[in-house]
């Protein structure tokens, strides 16, 4: 294993649901990402972390909303999905970004399905 | 902006042969490039990367690759393919002082026959 687990790992929901989703990691790391991987398209980044300042956006709508109370700790809240939200989300955490090289470790995912 | 190309969805070796995975990249500036492997229902496992220095990199489970900046490539290689080496494969790429925003590609199934 990475260092970074995550919970839950499977989650089924309904449109008005709403559901978080957790990452923690275990490594010492300053910076976590959230990622989405859908069938058929390239991993796509949603969300960066910094010291628990959030660095990066990508466009992500406003039903993810993500919280870093701590550099060891990630949360997605998802409210109100779509179906096409339906993917495999993974957490990744690397030391400090700025810095430049560093390798980002992944979890293994929440399997999320959107019904 | 920066995009990486792995032109093949999947690559069939038989055990025991030698495995390419292509990939190509697009970047102004300096890469750095990643290589990741997927297996069933897991997150990415990192394999290797390049920063600077030589162009031949090792990394995990015996796998190598080489960047090329004339070709702007970085493919994945093994000398000899494991059935256990079956899995999805990414290839990513920043830019040097971009932050750590990885752009990955789509990916490339490796199946490996007995």
């Known amino acids: 294993e990475t260092g970074v687990t995550q919970t839950p790992r499977h989650l089924v929901m309904g449109m008005t649901n709403k559901k978080s989703l957790k990452c923690e990691q275990h490594?010492?790391?300053?910076?976590m990402y959230w990622y989405k991987q859908s069938a058929k398209k390239p991993l796509e980044l949603m969300f960066v972390y910094n010291f628990k300042e959030q660095t990066e956006n990508n466009s992500v709508p406003s039903r993810f909303s993500p919280e870093c109370p701590n550099s060891s700790h990630l949360f997605l809240h998802l409210h109100t999905l779509q179906p096409e939200d339906s993917a495999l989300y993974l957490c990744a955490s690397s030391q400090d970004p700025q810095q430049g090289q560093e390798t980002q470790y992944f979890g293994p995912g929440t399997r999320l399905l959107v019904l | 902006a920066q995009s990486v190309a792995q032109p093949e969805d999947q690559v069939n070796v038989a055990e025991g042969n030698p495995l390419t995975v292509k990939c190509t990249y697009s970047v102004s500036g300096n890469p750095y490039l990643f290589w990741y492997v997927q297996y069933p229902n897991r997150g990415l496992q990192f394999l290797l990367k390049?920063?600077?220095?030589?162009?031949l990199v090792k990394g995990s489970y015996g796998f190598e690759a080489e960047f090329n900046k004339s070709q702007t490539s970085f493919h994945l290689k093994k000398p000899s393919a494991l059935v256990s080496d079956s899995a999805l494969y990414f290839c990513a790429v920043r830019r040097n002082n971009a932050g750590n925003m990885l752009t990955f590609g789509g990916g490339t199934r490796l199946m490996v026959k007995p």
């Open positions: 390049y920063i600077t220095g030589d162009n």
């Open positions: 490594l010492g790391h300053n910076a």
